[in-house]
C-alpha cells in the first residue's frame, strides 16, 4: 500500500474508508459531526480502561515534558530526573496561524454551534466558543 500526505493512504478506495463513523460506516454530513464522534470515541476510553488519561492539547502542546511528570506523580509512577520530549508537537510552521472564535463570521460561527455537541465539547473545555 502506498502512503500519502500525513499518513493518508494514496488509494482512494482505502483513504475513502478512513474518516467514515465507525459503528455505522456512515460518511459524515461534515467535519464537525467528525469532529463530535472521534471526541465520543476518544471519552469513550475512561469508561474502558482502568488507567485513562485524557489531557488539553495546549498543555501537551506548551509543556508535554510538565504534563508527562504531572500524570506520572497521579498514578505513582517514577520518572527519570528529566523527561525529554523528541520532535515537535503540532503542524509545523503553523504555530501562528491559529484561528480563535474572533476571526469567525457569525453565520460561521452560528454554524459551528448548531452542528457541534455544546455539552461534549464544554466537556473537553471548549466551552469559551459557546459564550455570547
Not at 493512504?9 to 463530535?36: C, M, S, W, Y
Not at 509512577?77 to 503553523?94: L, N
Not at 472564535?101 to 457569525?106: E, M, S, T
Request: proline share 5%; hydrophobic share 40%.
Amino acid at each position: 500500500m502506498r502512503w500519502g500526505y500525513n499518513g493518508m493512504p494514496k488509494d482512494r478506495l482505502v483513504a475513502d474508508q478512513i474518516n467514515r463513523h465507525p459503528v455505522t460506516g456512515a460518511r459524515f454530513a461534515n467535519p464537525l459531526e467528525l469532529r463530535t464522534v472521534k471526541n465520543q470515541c476518544f471519552l469513550k476510553f475512561m469508561a474502558r480502561e482502568a488507567n485513562c488519561v485524557v489531557v488539553d492539547y495546549d498543555c501537551a502542546n506548551a509543556s508535554p515534558e510538565q504534563m508527562l511528570c504531572e500524570i506520572a506523580q497521579a498514578f505513582d509512577v517514577s520518572t527519570r530526573a528529566t523527561v525529554e520530549v523528541p520532535g515537535h508537537v503540532g503542524a509545523k510552521g503553523r504555530e501562528g496561524s491559529r484561528v480563535t472564535a474572533q476571526d469567525i463570521l457569525p453565520a460561521d460561527l452560528g454554524f459551528i454551534r448548531d452542528n457541534l455537541d455544546v455539552d461534549l465539547e464544554t466537556r473537553l473545555g471548549f466551552a469559551t466558543v459557546f459564550d455570547d
